[in-house]
């Protein structure tokens, strides 16, 4: 020990190294700033009011899946190809009425994970601070959801974004009449504020705050809504049709409800991006159906192949040696350069700042209180002048303004074609566009222009397929999926497997609410 | 306030426990004094000389020092004493011979023939000193000082001085140490004499470097390591240090992402422990941490097809710097390193400067040449078009026979449809590296250098791609006053990776090579571009029809531009204060800091891009690792028996990473590279940063030189856990003890050591994982905010590993032979691990503690020398590792939470029971007889799309191990290396593609007649006489309804690693110039497999370094490389 204390500089020196050394560490070692240090700077740690419309905005564009691959993965492998819109070149089995459970968990996964809980920040947000802009949110809510309940039938709702981990299942009946009571409410809550209010601003995507829209919007998303279960509780459909009509519903080209994604290159329409791809073309039910009317819409729905020039469309439910042997025209199958594509003039990568998302159009309104005035409601006119003025908005929206040409179409007597593919089929129907006499053609009619103006909004499009068997589709070739036969059109998305994996309980719970099997062949509520 | 108050307060009072803990062992030395009263008790009947020196040895602390030759052989001796002093016990041993011996000090008992006394004319004197391997000097005390051929010896005072009588000034010094090289020292007439021992390089395995830097002799190890010589990982000439450790350490697994010189390798030692997060282990370099986070981290809730890799921390290290390579395998060993030392750690001990002999220069010069290893299999019977036809514009193979009949092809010419055996072949180049290296090294007693250049230059198998790296090492030790030393340590190094391929996506070059049609000409396909002559604009030349899903392989490599710089700093100051012989301070400072700049350039053409005018991103990342510590070491023999080493520190690590991505989305003016030109610009950035403080201490406790008690502890604060659990303790113990020296064993038994250890490490999580971090992206009309999908716990706990091992290590005659074993056992709990839940909880993904994972396992090294001639030399080392995972509990909820949503080729899930590492897919429905069922219309397979329901393998090996074969004769030696990989899966996502396009091999057979799906059963029961065509067959199994089942490869493999042959010249060659040696080695790495049981790829690929291992899609070919290394020293 002496060692230590023989020689002065030793200590002096151990002394200042444990000094300096000790000053090191604790100039920056002070565990206080820990929590600081491990808040990230680039994410908002309390989140500013002014981030609420932000919030809005995303829902919005990701509510109509405006992502490209959010947009693959619903409309075009599902929906786009179960409502005839399309086929599908590449031979993907979702063609054959096959679930492919990677693909539907995104439109699952965006639903409840991006856009309910942004949403539900706004419309707690809201709540109490501003009644419009909490009132347009939970009209929002209704679409994203409506869409999401015809999927699979019963849905997380009423517990959903909670942050529970095991959310049950609430049934399409108990989903629907919230639905109803939360439009009533927030047209309520519009109808008593000040239309110069531009709740969100910009924002808004669809409106931009424009609370006299918003309104007509919410009254019309109830008449789709209504009509939905016209079946199953014809009092409330009644009520609530009538109901939305006297609230005032969208009238013209100018209410139609788009998610302008024009304004900034980073939120791009979806279906222009994936417009080039391989998959997406012409359905032969398309085919059928415009080539038999003469539709001026063809030209502005679909491209003319890249073989002759002509347009060709490709029959639904393939096999995959079936779609070679329907593409092999002395071209590549990869290019299917004998079918038609979606318009590539309209829907491509370089006019996906151009072309906006399509919400809602005013002309279905028209075909809805057409189909209403059949079911003998109030909808403030008579189905024939709905009908002819849901077709005529249509034709006008896609560019077709000449009276005469929307005059011969409606008056057109000439029925879908037979069709020149590699299987002959025979023409899809043979109901033409002129409005016939007896009602039930006359419903076939208005539900087959509704299909043909919807385009290329697949989802609602194939929710009315099931409701009502219209309009008349091509059986699809083959079925992959056991529980659905060709004759059959695939009535819902069973439960994501994802979910039995994780909410396994509630899961199993849901299909008693379903009232059947957890099979794509079972049929939703309003579907009975 | 309080709250940290206490905190603090607990802190120092953690830091009081540790220094009374210090103070206790300390006052061990109280009790253990020495043997000066020895009394003997023998019995011994007609023994020779030698057993009776040993079974005195063995009752007492005396050890002898002799030649064996001048024990008279035949003498016998009968000793019967009672509590006999040990003058009277070796008087009656050595009273009939001609010995005589003399009692050390230190109780060595020098035995010599006897001498006259009167012999002795002059006492010499001085001091010796020992030399680590640093460099750096110490002064101990026992150093045996003896006067050669005679018993004459003394040992050195705690200052390391002598003074011993001698014969005469022209007499000889032997001076020895344990662990040190004796030297004879002739006195050549001086009678004061200063002396350095250095320590024993040869025998770097008995000198290990441990935690911290501590140097510890190999025994006291209560645990296991294997040490690698700088020269095991620099002479094979491989940019990335981890490459040349493949095959030569027992339980290191190593997967490739073989993108290129300086590709990232996944190091795993003894399986993986963590599910979600990283399982390499710790890289540390000169006792310091260095930064190596992935660059091509896939994690398994990543996406397998886009990663880049971007290199990892630990290929910057220049091999020629090297010293040695310690490999801790296990969390006992890394225990002292805290938190992320679970996975064990690799530690790195770069070269310093040395005094002697003058300058020391070595200049170096290599050269090696890349070829793909393996390539898949092909037919080269029908080419591009489909459905037997020829067809304009298709990506297929399913086309008409190649007969050389002439066609108008995609090049618009008219050309011969023939087979191009080598299209796929002849797009790789030969990759070629360049390194060339100078090192200068010199001193003298207070301050030695080393400096350091090493240009590498090199470019990979795929065009367009290239490698240079400069290094410069410069290190300086100084004796800046008495007993301080201040070691410097500046490394600087650029790198720059031009184009660095870029595996699994369809953007990028190995896709569409490797499935382009049989009939393609490799000249065609290098015209890869036009100039449109209606709009001037740049046009990519592509054989399929647009729209494409592919791209021209060239375009790809030259239109398709990326460029990555790095330059890297890493700095160490580190100051060392001896106060005493035995205490000793250092205080250390050290930064790795890296910036890593890259831009990629998008011409437009490329047909994935959006964006009209082409695609322009720059990225620039900076890293930065700031370590400060403050060790305080108390090394000493506590008396004749005890020794005791201590350690204690505190220290603080600060880890920051910044990126700034800037991507132009799209260009005004078409391929203007710039941000000026860019179309809807959007900047991105994002910041980690975690710091951790830490006080711990180590105690080692020898006794007798052969039992050893390790204690450590530690003390984490950890920034990334809560608040209130951001502490957190964990201790290890360790014992090891040499059997041969505690009892008698046979002779041949030169080594037998037990040893067993336990430790308890702690880890935190990453950055910012305990809180909600909603953010805003560039979108909509004025941004989208995006809300956060992951569920926090604000009260996440500290991840726990819990290590034991056990080992054996044994040597015979003279460890001519030796062999190691170890057995190990740990088990990981309370993971923080970010699990799937369920959607409607609002959430993606939830962060939890949870979870207990099993290793266990054995390692095995064994070496031998067979043959040890003078000439002739032959060695042999085998290594040998085997690890068992069981994932015993895992989230209460769920038996197997998802990690990912599913990938085409395969699910990656941690599954309660089974090993991590599962991989499911997609199957073929079977019968209850497992025959495959089929469509009863088309014939084809009806698959199973759930991939939950078919399991396919883990993709861990059940064991690896290699074999180094070393054969010396004179100047020539030639080496061996073999390793094989055993068992583990890996699905091919290549062999699908290929399948579904028809080009590989398989997809020849029966092309034109079409068969039967063998073993297959209709749906409805029925025998299947449906033939299918192949083409119906592949495109649906390899791509439209994918059977991953069918591309599940096994990845077992034995592959010829490493072969070289070296001469070295001799000194009448090079003559008396003043180049001091010359040598010359032939290598080979990678050369080929003796057995691969995965069709057409090398199993080991990796498509990136996280744990989204075992699939492979369009990955790069391994690579066999050869070349020669030639050294020359100044």
């Known amino acids: 020990m002496k060692l230590f204390f023989e020689n002065r500089l030793p200590v002096r020196l151990m002394a200042a190294m444990i000094f300096f050394g000790l000053l090191i560490i604790s100039s920056t070692g002070c565990t206080k700033k820990f929590d600081q240090l491990n808040t990230d700077p680039t994410s908002f740690s309390t989140l500013p009011p002014a981030a609420l419309p932000k919030a809005l905005a995303r829902a919005q564009y990701e509510g109509v899946y405006g992502d490209p691959g959010g947009y693959e993965l619903i409309h075009s492998l599902f929906t786009d190809l179960w409502s005839q819109f399309f086929a599908d070149a590449g031979g993907s089995a979702s063609d054959r009425y096959v679930i492919n459970q990677d693909w539907i968990i995104s439109q699952w996964n965006l639903t409840y994970t991006v856009n309910w809980p942004s949403l539900k920040l706004v419309i707690d947000g809201t709540e109490g601070i501003s009644p419009a802009a909490n009132a347009i949110a939970k009209i929002w809510k209704v679409y994203i959801f409506h869409q999401n309940s015809d999927f699979y039938g019963p849905i997380p709702y009423f517990q959903a974004g909670l942050g529970t981990l095991s959310i049950p299942y609430d049934s399409q009946e108990s989903v629907y009449m919230d639905f109803f009571n939360t439009l009533d409410s927030a047209v309520t809550v519009l109808k008593n504020t000040d239309p110069a209010q531009t709740p969100f601003g910009t924002d808004d995507m669809i409106y931009h705050g424009d609370i006299t829209q918003w309104i007509k919007f919410a009254n019309s998303l109830r008449l789709r809504l209504a009509l939905r279960v016209s079946e199953v509780d014809p009092a ?98 990869d290019g299917a350069v004998n079918l038609s594509n979606i318009n590539l003039v309209r829907w491509n990568p370089n006019t996906d700042g151009v072309t906006k998302l399509n919400v809602i159009y005013s002309a279905e309104s028209y075909f809805l209180r057409a189909e209403g005035a059949l079911n003998g409601w109030n909808m403030g006119g008579n189905a024939i002048d709905f009908y002819n003025q849901g077709i005529t908005l249509s034709l006008q929206q896609w560019g077709i303004t000449d009276n005469t040409a929307i005059q011969n179409y409606m008056n057109g007597t000439t029925t879908p074609a037979p069709l020149s593919d590699y299987l002959n089929s025979p023409a899809v129907a043979n109901i033409p566009v002129k409005f016939a006499t007896d009602p039930a053609t006359q419903r076939q009619q208005i539900l087959t222009q509704k299909w043909l103006a919807l385009f290329p909004d697949g989802i609602e499009a194939w929710a009315e397929v099931r409701r009502t068997g219209f309009p008349v589709l091509y059986p699809v070739v083959h079925s992959d999926n056991p529980d659905v036969p060709t004759t059959d059109i695939i009535r819902r998305f069973t439960f994501v497997e994802y979910e039995y994996e994780t909410n396994g309980k509630a899961t199993q719970a849901a299909i008693s609410l379903l009232g059947g099997p957890d099979k794509a062949s079972t049929h939703v509520w309003w579907n009975k | 306030m309080r709250h940290q108050r206490r905190k603090a307060l607990l802190k120092l009072l953690l830091i009081m426990k540790l220094i009374v803990f210090l103070l206790v062992i300390g006052s061990v030395e109280l009790h253990a004094t020495g043997y000066a009263q020895v009394k003997l008790s023998l019995n011994l009947q ?81 001091t010796v000193q020992l030399r680590d391997r640093d460099g750096q000097m110490s002064r101990r005390a026992n150093i045996t000082v003896i006067e050669k051929g005679t018993s004459r010896g003394t040992v050195t005072d705690e200052n390391g001085a002598f003074s011993l009588a001698v014969t005469n000034t022209e007499s000889i010094l032997v001076i020895s140490y344990v662990g040190y090289r004796t030297i004879e020292f002739p006195l050549a007439g001086k009678t004061t004499v200063n002396i350095v021992l250095d320590i024993q390089e040869n025998q770097l395995q008995d000198v290990v470097v441990t935690a911290l830097g501590i140097t510890r002799q190999k025994k006291s190890l209560t645990y296991a390591t294997q040490t690698l010589k700088g020269s095991d990982v620099s002479d094979t000439r491989e940019v990335n240090i981890t490459n040349a450790m493949d095959g030569k350490v027992a339980n290191m697994t190593i997967s490739k992402t ?82 992320d030392a679970s996975n064990g750690a690799i530690i790195v001990t770069t070269k310093k400067g040395r005094y002697g002999n ?53 090049t618009g010419k008219t050309q011969a449809f023939s087979p191009q055996p080598d299209n796929v072949k002849d797009f790789f180049q030969t990759g070629t590296e360049l390194i060339n290296s100078i090192a200068i090294s010199a001193g003298n007693e207070k301050s030695q250098t080393y400096f350091s250049y090493t240009n590498t230059s090199s470019r990979g198998i795929i065009p367009n791609n290239t490698y240079k790296r400069n290094n410069l090492n410069l290190r300086q030790t100084t004796l800046v006053a008495k007993n301080l030393t201040l070691d410097l340590k500046a490394n600087y190094l650029v790198e720059d990776i031009g184009n ?77 204060y001896q106060i005493t012989l035995a205490l000793s301070v250092q205080a250390r400072t050290s930064l790795d800091y890296y910036t890593d700049a890259s831009q990629e350039e998008d011409y437009s053409g490329s047909f994935w891009l959006t964006k009209p005018g082409g695609n322009y991103v720059i990225n620039k990342e900076s890293n930065r690792q700031f370590n400060n510590d403050l060790l305080i070491s108390y090394v000493k023999d506590l008396s004749s028996n005890f020794n005791l080493n201590l350690n204690a520190g505190v220290s603080i690590e600060q880890f920051n990473f910044e990126n700034t991505n800037t991507n132009s989305g ?66 290890s113990v360790g014992l090891s003890g040499v059997i041969n020296e505690m009892v008698s064993l046979p002779v041949a038994i030169s080594l037998l050591k037990v040893r067993a250890s336990y430790a308890f490490v702690g880890n935190g999580t990453a950055f910012n994982q305990i809180k909600p971090s909603p953010t805003l992206q560039d979108a909509g009309n004025g941004g989208f905010l995006l809300v956060d999908r992951i569920l926090h716990d604000a009260n996440l706990k500290p991840e726990e590993t819990h290590s034991f091992e056990t080992g054996l290590e044994l040597g015979l005659f003279k460890n001519r032979f030796g062999a190691e074993f170890t057995f190990y056992h740990t088990n990981t709990i309370n993971q923080i691990l970010q699990i799937g839940v369920p959607n409607p909880s ?107 329901k078919y399991f396919a393998g883990n993709y861990n090996p059940d064991w690896t191990g290699g074999i180094t074969n070393t054969f010396q004769y004179k100047r020539w030696s030639f080496s061996v290396l073999i390793d094989e990989r055993k068992g583990g899966i890996i699905i091919s996502g290549t062999q699908a593609l290929l399948a579904s396009n028809g080009v590989s091999q398989i997809t020849e057979a029966n092309r034109e007649t079409g068969f039967v799906v063998p073993n297959s059963i209709k749906e409805d029961g029925t025998k299947n006489d449906i033939v299918v065509a192949p083409q119906d067959y592949w495109q649906y199994i390899g791509k439209t309804n994918l059977v991953g089942e069918q591309f599940v490869n096994s990845a077992t493999n034995i592959r010829l690693r490493e072969a070289s042959l070296s001469y070295s010249f001799p000194a009448n060659i090079i003559g008396k110039t003043f180049i001091k040696g010359i040598s010359l080695t032939a290598i080979g790495r990678n050369l080929f497999f003796l057995k691969n049981n995965a069709n057409g790829f090398d199993p080991e690929t990796a498509l990136g370094t996280g744990n989204n291992q075992g699939l492979e899609y369009a990955s790069l070919p391994s690579t066999r490389s050869y070349g020669f290394y030639l050294k020359l020293n100044f």
């Open chain 2, 358 to 410: 003058g300058i020391g220069i070595q200049i170096s010069s290599s050269v090696n040449m890349e070829n793909p290893l393996i390539l898949p299999k092909y037919q080269n019977v029908y080419g591009q078009g489909i459905g037997g036809d020829f067809a304009l514009g298709s990506d297929q193979s399913w086309g008409a026979k190649m007969a050389g009949q002439p066609i108008l092809d995609w």
């Open chain 2, 258 to 339: 073989n993108a290129g010189p300086g590709s990232s390798n996944r190091i795993i030692f003894r399986g993986n422990r963590s599910i979600t997060g990283d399982n390499q282990p710790l890289v540390i370099v000169d006792g310091v941490r260095i930064d190596n986070t992935p660059k091509a981290f896939t994690d398994v809730t990543g996406n397998i097809q886009l990663s880049r890799d971007n290199g990892d921390g630990i290929s910057n290290i220049n091999p020629d710097d090297i010293e040695s390579v310690t490999v801790l395998t296990g969390a006992s060993a890394a225990a002292l390193y805290g938190s």
């Open chain 2, 500 to 576: 660095r391929p870029f595996a699994g996506a369809a953007n990028h070059a190995l896709v569409t090579i490797l499935s382009m049609p049989r009939s393609l000409r490799i000249s065609d396909i290098r015209n890869y571009e036009t100039i449109d002559p209606t709009d001037l604009s740049l046009k990519q030349n592509y054989w399929a029809s647009s729209p494409p899903n592919f791209q021209n392989p060239y375009w790809s490599a030259y239109r398709d531009l990326y460029d990555r710089i790095r330059n890297r700093f890493i700095g160490l100051v580190s100051l060392k």
């Open chain 2, 842 to 948: 609002g959430y993606a993904f939830r962060i939890i503690n949870a979870g207990n994972i099993r290793n266990q396992g054995v390692e095995l090294l064994l070496n031998g020398k067979p043959v040890d001639g003078h000439d002739f030399k032959w060695t042999i080392s085998v290594n040998f590792g085997l690890n068992r995972n069981k994932i015993i509990a895992l989230d209460s909820l769920q038996k197997m939470p998802p990690l990912s949503s599913p990938e085409t080729l395969g699910l990656i899930v941690a599954e309660e029971g089974k090993a991590y590492g599962g991989i499911y897919t997609t199957s073929y429905q079977r019968n209850s007889s497992g025959q495959i069922m089929v469509d009863n219309t088309t014939g084809l397979p009806l698959v199973e799309g759930d991939q939950t």
């Open chain 2, 666 to 731: 799209g260009l005004n003016i078409a391929n203007g590279f710039f941000l000026g030109n860019a179309l809807s610009p959007v900047s991105t950035n994002s910041i980690a940063r975690t710091e951790k403080q830490s006080v711990y201490a180590s105690a080692e406790l020898g006794f007798k030189d052969y039992l050893f008690l390790d204690l450590t502890g530690r003390n984490d604060w950890n920034s990334t856990l809560p608040v209130q659990n951001n502490s957190y303790f964990f201790p």
């Open chain 1, 236 to 333: 409330t459909a009644k009520q609530q049709a009538e109901t939305a009509v006297s609230g005032g519903v969208m009238l013209t080209n100018d209410d139609n409800a788009f998610v302008d994604v024009t304004s900034n290159p980073n939120s791009s329409n979806g279906l222009c991006d994936e417009a080039p791809w391989q998959n997406m073309r012409m359905s032969a039910t398309m085919e059928s159906y415009l080539k038999g009317y003469n539709d001026p819409r063809m030209q502005q729905y679909f491209s003319p192949a890249d073989l002759d020039g002509q347009f060709h469309g490709l029959r639904n439910g393939l096999a995959p040696a079936d779609v070679t042997s329907a593409t092999v025209v002395g071209g590549p199958f």
């Open chain 2, 46 to 126: 007609h023994v020779d000389i030698k057993k009776a020196l040993l079974t005195i040895q063995k009752k007492s602390p005396y050890r002898f020092m002799y030649n064996d030759d001048l024990l008279p052989r035949d003498a016998r001796v009968t000793i019967q004493t009672k509590e006999a002093g040990i003058d009277e016990v070796l008087n009656m041993i050595f009273a009939s011979t001609s010995l005589t011996y003399t009692i050390l000090k230190n109780n060595l008992v020098v035995i010599s023939s006897l001498e006259k006394k009167d012999d002795i004319q002059v006492t010499v004197s001085g």
